[in-house]
């Protein structure tokens, strides 16, 4: 299916009409968590009933009662459920990501709040496991994070190390790694793509060689001699997200530690991912509904 001319299923117009209420949100939420009727969360059984209560249901079963949001990432938060999906939307909408500064102002909550939140959904978007990459595959590694004062703009002591992979025309994978070396470039690239992927195109790096096998070419730009594409072959691609990650770094994650960085790279790869996918917001409010819950403790804990 082609995918690239269609407009998003959402926008902030459509939000504030479809999900303006409680009640509008929380249907959704049944549509998404239960698109063949009703099931009761702790026994299965379908023989639900609406209680007196509206958003209660009753099992017939085994007489639990429960509302759409039971045992879900929405039920042990004060949040209403209309400032999750403004939250939701924002994550989605905003190629650069949004900082926790600006949740706070946007929803009028405490910072914590909304640190909490924008982690939370950044986890939810994070879940799955991915297929591996395949065809012509872009492999690159980057630098983020803080400069020391009297060393010159190319130490990399201070910083941390991303890796990254884009499948042309598909999906990109991104991770911190400990250090630039052969053995763990080539750990990245055999973990996250097919082994007969037809080609890897890297830079120079001497790291890289030896990655290409019988049925994987590997080709390189050269990049210390001012070569940038050469024919098909050239890093732009994930380049292009180095520029969004560094964007979205310099621009709304004023204080991003390398603890969170992974979580924010997921984010990022979520949205990249998806950045020809019409339903965004309702994928990304599906992942919502069958997340994990993150514990505070857990997110904050050294
Ligand atoms: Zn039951």
Request: aromatic content about 10%; hydrophobic content about 30%.
């Amino acid at each position: 299916m082609n995918k690239k001319n269609q407009k998003q299923d959402m926008n902030i117009m459509k939000l504030m009409e479809k999900y303006h209420s409680d009640d509008s949100c929380r249907q959704v939420l049944v549509e998404l968590r239960w698109p063949d009727g009703v099931i009761c969360p702790r026994c299965e059984s379908k023989d639900i009933r609406n209680s007196y209560t509206r958003d209660q249901y009753d099992c017939g079963s085994c007489g639990y009662q429960f509302s759409v949001t039971a045992g879900t990432i929405f039920h042990d938060s004060h949040l209403p459920l209309t400032k999750w999906f403004v939250a939701v939307y924002l994550m989605c909408e905003s190629k650069k990501g949004i900082s926790a500064n600006q949740m706070k102002r946007t929803l009028s909550v405490s910072y914590k709040t909304a640190w909490y939140l924008c982690h939370r959904i950044r986890n939810a978007m994070s879940e799955g496991v991915p297929n591996l990459l395949k065809g012509i595959v872009e492999v690159d590694e980057t630098y983020v994070g803080g400069k020391t004062k009297g060393m010159g703009h190319g130490y990399k002591g201070n910083k941390t190390i991303v890796v990254g992979a884009i499948e042309r025309g598909g999906e990109a994978r991104l991770h911190v790694i400990d250090d630039n070396g052969r053995k763990t470039l080539h750990q990245f690239i055999r973990e996250n793509t097919r082994p007969e992927t037809e080609a890897i195109y890297t830079d120079d790096w001497p790291a890289y060689r030896g990655i290409g096998d019988a049925d994987t070419r590997h080709e390189t730009v050269n990049h210390s001699a001012e070569e940038w594409v050469r024919g098909n072959v050239h890093t732009n691609s994930v380049e292009g997200v180095w520029s969004l990650l560094k964007r979205s770094i310099v621009g709304s994650y004023h204080k991003l530690s390398t603890k969170h960085l992974e979580a924010y790279l997921d984010e990022l790869e979520w949205r990249f991912n998806n950045r020809e996918n019409p339903y965004l917001f309702r994928d990304t409010l599906f992942k919502l509904i069958n997340a994990d819950n993150l514990p505070y403790d857990r997110l904050t804990a050294k």
